[in-house]
């Protein structure tokens, strides 16, 4: 960038910029005429030690040239380590050394590549204030009609305008060709109503309560007081969606003193002998509400510290969380093993739009 | 066993022989059986068989003088103390072993601290308890070796224990000043007696849902967590984007605001 060059506005490389002499810069809100403006009152320029001193701007380069030295000795260690260290498979902790190493080479060379050209610019490139006006963003006038020329010239020579066949045929082709992708990201929407899965889990009448992750099923003198089962329904290993369906039915089972428990009267049957299954997923946004306390009867949920009172059908006593945890009543079949009742009577997790 | 005639007794002169070979082996069969059967079928039992009256008696002593006053002369609690029919001598030997007992102050949790007895008391204590009524026993050294399923052993952990101990088993807080205290380092006939037993606000893992091979690989993880450092280099405590988030925050972006400031500064 030329210094006091203020006759001109140079734009490196802008041949057009070259051609005229203008006085006003156009095309900008404030047209300022060339050298016109006020110093606003900076300090004056100071000068730089490396500027007075030779020997200072000589040890300066030396930096700056040891800088992309030593950036050249890291590239080169990241390679003799990648090869000193090589990736063992079934080695973990040989990954972690190959790529502490390999990280750390690369780093410093780029890292000294980037330090080495700022000390440069700071020090030793040219330093001082200088007046530089904006580039006209309008072209002159034959400019724009050349340009208007080579258009007027295309469409005569391909006859895109007269050819009405391909004009029309063309356009429509390009209106028609993204509907593929608008068909293919249709796709990406559920395939069922997305409410209706909400509201429904695959627990349902006499499904068993099943150990995770072992799968077995849970008599109900398995279950001893104070203890704490990790459920699954017995019908999720077969299904399609084993994550999805999870994540909606798992659900945490607890002994209580059958005296500890508050149980209303629409809920009498729901628990058996004092053991009572609830969701695990918070009402609040979702996250799996296992932190359990055994004498307190509190279930803690560990992202924002909501709290359910198991002994009171889980309600709500503290944090963000508006509604208690979904009860899934359960009972015992005639081998003694545990069974639910029916699905949870509400939906499970978060509140959405349609849940009423 | 055949029936034995004096001839063969007297050529062989073995005491398989004797005329009380039969009534000796008998005996010996029984009793064998017995005590295999004892020790099989629960470990509490097997506990209460080994117990010597005087160390149950040394216990009572100890007990009387340590831990009475909250827990009562009987061991039946009293407003300070919960009741201690019933809890087992692996609940003795986890809450003495490990120091959380005797309690140096009524809190939220006890804390765990140098036990403040030797191996030989706690015995001796775990021992009176048991007497008491049957509880969970010390755990067979077979199932603290901490060479069984790793990996079963993490997806059981991650299941029951992760959600307050932490997937890498460094803590985490509960209610009310209340904690899941860090695993690291715990002796693994702790981790088992906790398992069983659910002390504090700590739920109850028993055998029906945990069975011992699950206790026994859920430990083999423990320790392999023990043993591996992190593959992931500094794990920062393991605390996941608490330590983590510090860390960058105050390194991270230090770092790139003394930068930027270096960058813009003039020289000199």
């Keep these: 960038m030329a210094q006091h060059d203020s006759e001109h506005d140079i734009a490196a490389g802008s041949e057009l910029d070259t051609v005229a002499e203008r006085t006003v810069s156009a095309g900008t809100a404030v047209a300022v005429p060339s050298g016109a403006f006020e110093n606003p009152g900076s300090p004056p320029d100071r000068i730089r030690a490396t500027d007075l001193d030779p020997k200072k701007e000589k040890t300066a380069e030396r930096r700056v040239g040891g800088l992309f030295l030593f950036s050249i000795a890291a590239s080169i260690f990241a390679i003799v380590a990648y090869i000193i260290f090589p990736i063992v ?39 001082g204030e200088w ?80 150990r995770d992750p072992s799968n077995t099923p849970i008599k109900a003198s398995d279950v001893t007081l104070g203890s704490v089962f990790h459920v699954i329904p017995e019908t999720l290993a077969n299904s399609e969606h084993y994550i999805e369906d999870k994540a909606k039915a798992a659900v945490l089972l607890m002994r209580l003193k059958p005296e500890d428990l508050h149980v209303s009267a629409d809920r009498a049957d729901w628990n058996y002998q004092g053991i009572v299954a609830y969701s695990k997923i918070c009402t609040h946004v979702g996250c799996p509400v296992a932190l359990a306390e055994q004498h307190t009867h509190h279930l803690l949920c560990p992202c924002h510290q909501s709290q359910f009172d198991i002994s009171h059908e889980a309600k709500v006593i503290f944090g963000p969380a508006k509604r208690p945890l979904p009860q899934l009543p359960i009972t015992v079949d005639s081998q003694g093993y545990l069974v639910a009742r029916s699905d949870f009577h509400e939906p499970v997790g978060p509140s959405f739009w349609e849940r009423s | 066993m055949r029936t034995k005639s004096s001839t063969d007794a007297r050529r062989r002169q073995t005491g398989r022989r004797h005329p009380l070979a039969s009534i000796a082996l008998i005996t010996i069969g029984l009793l064998s059986t017995g005590g295999a059967y004892a020790l099989l079928t629960t470990t509490a039992s097997a506990e209460t068989t080994t117990a010597t009256q005087q160390s149950i008696s040394e216990g009572q002593k100890l007990f009387a003088a340590n831990c009475a006053t909250c827990h009562g002369m009987t061991a039946a609690g009293t407003e300070h103390g919960p009741s201690l029919y019933g809890v087992g001598a692996a609940s003795v030997d986890f809450q003495m072993g490990t120091g959380r007992m005797p309690l140096a102050f009524q809190g939220p949790q006890g804390a765990q601290k140098p036990p403040q007895f030797t191996q030989q008391q706690i015995d001796d204590v775990a021992a009176y308890i048991a007497s008491l009524a049957p509880g969970p026993g010390i755990p067979d050294e077979k199932w603290l070796t901490g060479d069984s399923n790793t990996a079963l052993g993490g997806e059981l952990f991650r299941v029951n224990c992760a959600m307050c101990h932490n997937v890498a088993g460094a803590g985490g807080a509960l209610t009310e000043g209340k904690f899941a205290p860090a695993l690291k380092g715990v002796e693994a006939r702790h981790i088992y007696e906790a398992m069983v037993t659910g002390p504090q606000n700590m739920p109850v893992f028993s055998d029906t849902n945990l069975t011992p091979q699950d206790k026994a690989d859920i430990i083999s993880y423990l320790k392999f967590l023990d043993e591996n450092e992190s593959v992931g280099g500094y794990s920062l405590g393991s605390l996941g984007p608490v330590s983590e988030g510090l860390f960058i925050w105050i390194f991270g972006l230090g770092a790139i605001v003394g930068v930027t400031i270096w960058i813009t500064a003039r020289p000199n």
């Design chain 1, 131 to 210: 007046e530089e006006h904006r580039h006209p963003t309008r072209g002159r006038e034959e400019t724009r009609e050349a340009a208007a020329e080579v258009f007027r010239l295309g469409n005569e020579e391909s006859g895109f305008g007269r050819r009405a066949l391909i004009r029309r045929s063309l356009i429509g082709a390009l209106v028609v060709s993204p509907l593929p992708a608008v068909v293919m990201f249709r796709d990406l929407a559920p395939a069922a109503d997305p409410v209706a899965l909400l509201k429904s889990t695959v627990w349902d009448k006499n499904v068993r309560l099943m």
């Design chain 1, 89 to 127: 498979p079934g080695d973990l902790s040989s990954v972690r050394l190959n790529n502490l190493f390999l990280g750390l080479g690369i780093s410093l060379a780029l890292i000294s590549i980037g330090l080495g050209s700022i000390y440069w610019a700071k020090n030793l490139m040219k330093d």
